[in-house]
């Protein structure tokens, strides 16, 4: 790969923007919020003989719905919303009146309990090792193309045997719009999604246990492509790939890619596909090595390391 896959910065404007309109259009995203939301039942299972959990990320938190309502649920608990776009904590805090940012330096001690918000960004997390027992990510990863990394990330701050359970979007997403508009020009339009087996995988090389994985397959409809793309737009879901066309599409490339769309039309209208793949795993035990390729990398804690005092 010569560069990377996705423009950071145009996705912390795309969600920045989107902020004010996210909520009243995001319906699908919520309606995947909520069964992701549903999966955190298995952690009240009296087998499991877990203790509720203290510390909560909620990593992608947007206007922090899914951080309230794990508040609810735990509420001796920190829950950590962190966004990308400030303005999406902005708006949680306007409508939840949860508390103001904090820094890093103040969210890296990992006994802190009250609520937090911090802006940064998934690649780099700014939270203690081993500090986080549930991290909760909707429909965020799919900005982040080297789910090797981000992976590692996670597991760097969940403790031994904390919860992962995340969400992302598969590469059948909007394919009818991919399709349209490879009518129009050889530009990018839409991302490419990793699929489910590419999604485990990157699971099991970071060193997750158990991990289960679903895929489902929804199909949303509109009147015509404009109304589609507006809705992309409320959402923060625009075109964010490093290589797309830094211009815009033109009245004509743009009619191109409509008259291709429509032939997809159904009874209910254009159709809109969306595929969406959600995880659970577990973070290892801890003093599992760590995976780099092929090759396993001890991870030895400081106080378990000798050191001969000179004098």
């Known amino acids: ?141 799919q900005w982040v193309e080297d789910l090797d990394a981000l992976f590692a990330g996670f597991r760097r701050v969940l403790k031994p045997n904390g919860l992962l359970l995340v969400s992302t979007f598969g590469p059948e997403t909007l394919w009818e719009l991919r399709d349209a508009f490879a009518h129009a020009d050889a530009a990018p339009h839409v991302s490419p999604f990793a699929d489910i087996a590419g999604f485990g995988d990157a699971l099991v090389r970071a060193g997750f246990r158990q991990p289960v994985l679903d895929r489902e397959e929804e199909t949303t409809h509109y009147p015509d492509l404009p109304a589609l793309m507006h809705e992309l737009r409320a959402i923060g879901a625009t075109n964010a790939l490093a290589s797309r066309r830094h211009t815009l599409t033109g009245r004509s490339r743009f009619a191109i890619a409509a008259n291709a769309y429509d032939a997809h039309r159904d009874a209910r209208g254009l159709p809109a596909t969306w595929e969406t793949i959600t995880a659970m795993a577990w973070a290892p035990e801890a003093g599992t090595p760590l995976r780099e390729g092929d090759v396993d990398v001890a991870s030895i804690p400081l106080s378990r390391i000798p050191i001969r005092r000179r004098g």
């Not at 919020?33 to 999966?39: H, P």
């Not at 955190?40 to 992608?60: C, F, I, K, N, S």
């Not at 776009?85 to 009146?97: D, I, K, V």
């Open 1 to 141: 790969m010569n560069g990377p896959l996705f423009d950071a910065k145009q996705v912390r404007r795309a969600f920045s923007r989107s902020a004010a309109s996210y909520d009243a259009a995001a319906q699908l995203q919520h309606a995947v919020e909520a069964r992701l939301l549903e999966s955190l039942d298995y952690l009240d299972d009296p087998a499991l003989q877990r203790e509720p959990p203290q510390r909560v990320l909620d990593l992608g938190c947007g206007t922090g719905r899914a951080s309230s309502a794990m508040q609810k649920r735990w509420p001796k608990a920190q829950v950590v919303s962190l966004d990308l776009a400030l303005p999406m904590l902005q708006q949680a805090r306007t409508t939840s009146r949860r508390a103001p940012l904090l820094s890093a330096a103040r969210l890296a001690n990992p006994f802190a309990r009250v609520p937090a918000q911090v802006c940064a960004d998934a690649r780099a997390l700014p939270l203690a090792e081993a500090s986080v027992d549930v991290l909760f990510s909707n429909l965020c990863v």
